[in-house]
T-cell receptor, first 113, second 117 residues
């Protein structure tokens, strides 16, 4: 079972910031938070990941709370092409032979013109 | 610059007729995965290869098999497709996870949408 909970859907106006929350209250100390997104009829795409510090790349920013029990993915200026399902996943890096990512149902983000 | 390529993008097969889906990668990654994704559901891992080491998920039906003849290619064989096997099939790759600092970033292909008639 997925160790994360996300709202099933969200709306955002084009050009505004999209803030997607994720709860992972049972996260372990060695588990990272990963975000992927899946645009309709395409394969999932990696966005960003982090352990405890906030992270930023060309796609998004990841804000992780100090207790690491929740995080927020921020798309600073959402465009129509950001309409997708966003998945939050937690995973340890030193998982031996278990390379499985546990996918939840994600958040369906609709960016509106 | 396609990195993970899946062919065909759309496949129609008849009930019970064997079908093979293909995946190739230009990333030289050690690990290749096959996922099944049904409508409005999350991807479900079927199995993965670590080099030539095959790792099957416990709940993957025997009807699903896989082959990896070399680093670049991986095939998904469905021996006797049923109507319930209609889905999007996703291939993904990742780096050698035993290397220090390697992340769980997986690179996905565009998927093959399988229809069973």
């Amino acid at each position: 079972d997925a160790k994360t909970t996300q709202p099933p859907s969200m709306d955002c106006a084009e050009g505004r910031a999209a803030n997607l929350p994720c709860n992972h209250s049972t996260i372990s100390g060695n588990e990272y938070v990963y975000w992927y997104r899946q645009i309709h009829s395409q394969g999932p795409q990696y966005i960003i990941h982090g352990l405890k510090n906030n992270e930023t790349n060309e796609m998004a920013s990841l804000i992780i709370t100090e207790d690491r029990k929740s995080s927020t993915l921020i798309l600073p200026h959402a465009t129509l092409r950001d309409t997708a399902v966003y998945y939050c996943i937690v995973r340890a890096h030193n998982a031996g032979n278990n390379r499985k990512l546990i996918w939840g149902l994600g958040t369906s983000l609709a960016v509106n013109p | 610059d396609a990195m993970v390529i899946q062919n065909p993008r759309y496949q129609v097969t008849q009930f019970g007729k064997p079908v093979t889906l293909s995946c190739s990668q230009t990333l030289n990654h050690n690990v290749m995965y096959w996922y099944q994704q049904k409508s409005s559901q999350a991807p479900k891992l079927l199995f993965h290869y670590y080099d030539k080491d095959f790792n099957n998920e416990a709940d993957t039906p025997d009807n699903f098999q896989s082959r990896r003849p070399n680093t670049s290619f991986c095939f998904l064989d469905i021996r006797s497709p049923g109507l319930g096997d209609a889905a999007m099939y996703l291939c993904a790759t990742s780096r050698d996870l035993r290397l220090a600092g390697t992340s769980y970033e997986q690179y996905f292909g565009p998927g093959t949408r399988l229809t069973v008639t």
